[in-house]
């Protein structure tokens, strides 16, 4: 187990480190290197960069490009100066891109290399090292500090409101279990538009330990020289199945996904890997309940500084990791009930104090009278070695209301009547899919997650008798 580092900071983060660590490599970009104290001093050059472009305390940011060393120079100092930071997902189309920006009363944009800008009210910005001046916004760690919006799988994506001591209580609580010391490294290998990246960031901050971006030269090359890394388990199983996994200084991994298969998690282990995995979310500043990975289909113990309760079959939490709320043009609104809990809509019981999820109220549906949950039936295919993601939706039927229909990404082509086969014993009759179609392109997402309202749209829009 980790050591409990406190989140109750009394200035920011980097200065702290700057102050006490100011020699000490804390960022890493390619052959690029910068220690606290430069990290410090890049901070406040970017600030007085923003400021003299006009932006000012309260407005909104937004950054829109993939994983760099300017995304994180937008963010750090976007903080510094009072703004509100929120990284866009650089594959959004333009119209919802116009949307979302619109959707936060954004004043000022800034577009990553390569990136087609949007024209519109607000003002395009430059990253500007400028001359170092004192800033005058002072530390208040519980004003809001960032937006980032949900995957938006099952509708419009909201932009959650986070203070920079929900991200700390956030990070705080899970290194307390899974160590990240001031000697380690976190590559930044997820988007910093999706809460799984941004908490890199604050888990870094809070540490004092060192982050990597990562490079052109891949996720192997990325990995050489880190001791922490955030993947799935296909990523995994890559550098495993390649015998690249002994000659990396890889400690620890979280692990994300639904299905991950144990012989995986052993192997991982005899290369001195240990495999971390939980249950989160984006309103919850990401983990919520963690564990080593053990076989066992819970998905953890509840985390410091977070609460979570079981009411009517789903899941509530709340504590210091909790967001502010949802942001909207007319300010903040709040996503607890009368006794501050976050409804999450996930269905989940606790069996030994362990949380198990069964999926979310608002993808079950009914067929032939049974309740039907997608989540259950992706878990059972997911085990399949060539089926690398899957959706399950629902589709009209007369006989039955509903039927499933699972869309797959699989490794090799699969003759789809071996897996009614492949799902006997672990799967009821009525929840076999009715359909197998394999994925198209263009519904794979441009962010972490697949949209289950996409897929569903496209389902329904096949024939019939298909």
């Known amino acids: 187990m980790g050591k409990l580092i406190s989140p109750l900071f009394t200035t ?4 702290k480190w700057g102050e006490e660590r100011g020699l000490e490599i804390a960022l890493r970009d390619g052959i690029n290197v910068w220690t606290w104290s430069e990290v410090l001093t890049q901070i406040n050059r970017y600030a007085n960069g923003l400021l003299q472009q006009g932006v000012k305390r309260d407005d909104v940011v937004v950054g829109v490009g993939k994983n760099s060393i300017e995304l994180i120079w937008l963010q750090l100092a976007s903080i510094r100066i009072g703004a509100h930071f929120s990284a866009i997902n650089p594959k959004t189309p333009m119209n919802q891109l116009h949307q979302l920006v619109t959707s936060i009363s954004a004043k000022h944009i800034w577009f990553g290399e390569g990136q087609e800008s949007i024209s519109g009210t607000w003002h395009h910005l430059q990253l500007i090292n400028a001359d170092y001046g004192v800033i005058a916004t002072t530390w208040q760690p519980t ?14 994506p909201k932009a959650v409101a986070h203070s920079a001591s929900n991200h700390l209580h956030s990070a705080s609580g899970l290194l307390s279990w899974m160590p990240f010391d001031t000697s380690d490294s976190w ?16 888990r870094w901050l809070l540490s004092g330990a060192t982050l990597v971006l990562p490079t052109e030269e891949g996720l192997l090359n990325d990995l050489s020289g880190v001791t922490h890394a955030s ?14 996994a002994s000659r990396l200084a890889l400690k620890r991994i979280l692990l994300g996904g639904s299905v991950i298969p144990t012989e995986l998690t052993d192997e991982a282990k005899e290369n001195g890997i240990e495999c971390w995995l939980g249950y989160g979310m984006t309103e919850m500043s990401s983990t919520v309940t963690a564990k080593l990975a053990d076989g066992l289909s819970g998905v953890g113990h509840v985390l410091p500084y977070r609460e ?27 996503i607890t009930n009368e006794d501050g809990w976050y409804q999450s809509n996930d269905l989940g019981h606790v069996e030994g104090a362990e949380l198990h999820i ?7 549906f009914i067929s032939g009278g049974e309740n039907i949950h997608p989540e259950k039936i992706e878990k059972a295919l997911l ?27 699989s490794v090799n082509i699969i003759d789809c009547s071996t897996l009614t086969d492949f799902l006997q014993g672990k799967l009821t009759s009525f929840e076999h899919p009715a359909r197998y179609e394999n994925m198209p392109e263009d519904l794979l997402g ?8 996409k897929v569903k749209e496209w389902v329904h829009s096949l024939p019939l008798s298909k």
């Open 231 to 244: 993947l799935v388990p296909t990523q995994l199983q890559r550098i495993l199945a390649n015998g690249d």
């Open 446 to 453: 441009t962010g972490i997650k697949i949209s289950r309202q």
């Open 143 to 156: 004003r809001l500090a960032t937006l980032t919006f949900t995957s938006g799988s099952t509708g419009l």
């Open 383 to 409: 085990v399949h070695a060539d089926i690398e993601q899957v959706i399950v939706v629902d589709m009209p039927d007369e006989e039955f209301g509903q039927r499933p229909v699972a869309v797959i990404k």
């Open 187 to 202: 590559l930044l290998s997820l988007p910093l538009f999706h809460i799984s990246g941004l908490a890199i960031v604050w």
């Open 308 to 334: 979570l309760r079981i009411e009517k079959g789903e899941v509530l939490v709340r504590g210091e990791a909790l967001a502010l709320g949802y942001y909207r043009s007319a300010g903040i609104m709040s």
């Open 12 to 15: 920011w983060p980097w200065i």
């Open 358 to 364: 069964q999926g979310r109220a608002d993808n079950m």
